[in-house]
């Protein structure tokens, strides 16, 4: 979760999280590079007299038209790169359901029987000592680490979004669409998210958590959540 | 928990508000060899020219293109070291898992371990 005054990412949990943080250093990089050359041109152009002697623009023309061409080309490539790595079809080992309603989350595991739950936030008043504020839920999203799961997210009444910003997923839930995402958790731990598309009153209090566990612990707690 | 450094008061230096040299890999390395690079290109043409404008035009360019240069190639061998690291543990962790089986890579293949039926 992130901290209080956080302005930066959450740790990265998955592939595509890292390689979504190394984007951002690079985008952070180029913007850094273009923000010096436009202060310095501004400096410049405030300290210098002004005068009508330029009659031939020909490579000032040339330059600011490689230069900004340059720039979209160095910001495009690793996008796509990570724009194609995020929809390859990597045969997932775990399907999973997300449905968004006013006001929880419920989740069906569609691959085992009778495995199907619904997530509602832990109330304040009700809160064990040590846990978080409007992000603990009484039902945790169980997955198991370094398998690439796939959830399809989708909503029962009105739009909701279903966000984990440290696994670097969000795709939105909208009544009668199915939208699929996937992520691979690299570490076990729990990752904590909230709803990212406003959906009434308590649009705030339906947080998501996912929990990675090993896969002989995920056994036991599908084994245990389906009887 | 996530985020842990922000909470070191001090610790984040902020270039034109927003690049953290202190938390983005190779960024602080590259801003300052990029002003290394912007003095020097900028104070030889100066003092090969002695035209002052234009030499801090040079200076900047050349510190733009000394902080991309080495930011392009300090990321190149960030990623390579990232992915040695990523096999070297793949490795190790099917060293411990196979050892000792058929699978153990270590393991020597020899004529007298193939079963004869």
Request: net charge negative; glycine share 6%.
């Amino acid at each position: 979760m992130a901290n209080h005054m956080q302005f930066g990412f959450q740790d990265a949990s998955s592939p595509i999280m890292e390689e979504l943080m190394k984007f951002h250093d690079h985008a952070l990089m180029t913007a850094l590079a273009i923000c010096s050359l436009v202060l310095y041109l501004l400096t410049a152009m405030l300290t210098e007299k002004l005068s009508s002697n330029t009659v031939n623009a020909q490579e000032i023309e040339l330059v600011w038209t490689i230069l900004p061409a340059a720039v979209l080309i160095m910001l495009a490539l690793p996008s796509l790169q990570i724009l194609y790595m995020m929809d390859e079809i990597n045969e997932p080992d775990l399907t999973l359901k997300a449905i968004g309603h006013q006001w929880y989350w419920s989740y069906e595991y569609t691959d085992f029987k009778d495995l199907l739950f619904d997530s509602y936030m832990t109330p304040t008043a009700d809160l064990p000592l040590g846990h978080f504020r409007l992000l603990e839920v009484d039902h945790r999203v169980v997955v198991p680490m370094e398998s690439p799961v796939r959830v399809i997210v989708t909503a029962d009444d009105v739009l909701h979004s279903w966000a984990v910003p440290s696994l670097g997923v969000k795709t939105d839930a909208i009544p009668g669409r199915l939208n699929q995402t996937s992520f691979t958790v690299s570490r076990p731990g729990v990752f904590y998210g909230q709803c990212s598309e406003i959906c009434g009153a308590n649009h705030s209090f339906m947080p998501i958590v996912v929990e990675s566990v090993p896969l002989a612990n995920f056994e036991s707690w599908s084994s245990l959540m389906s009887s | 928990m996530a985020g842990e450094g922000d909470s070191e008061p001090g610790k984040s230096f902020k270039l034109l508000g927003f690049l953290d040299v202190q938390k983005v890999p190779c960024s602080r390395e590259s801003v300052l060899y990029g002003s290394l690079g912007s003095l020097v290109m900028g104070l030889g043409h100066f003092l090969a020219t002695s035209r002052v404008r234009r030499s801090c035009d040079v200076a900047v360019g050349g510190f733009i293109c000394t902080m991309l240069g080495y930011w392009f190639y300090c990321r190149y061998n960030l990623a390579q070291q990232r992915i040695r690291q990523r096999m070297l543990k793949e490795g190790m962790k099917n060293r411990v898992l196979f050892e000792g089986s058929y699978l153990d890579p270590g393991r020597e293949q020899t004529g007298s371990e193939r079963s004869d039926s």
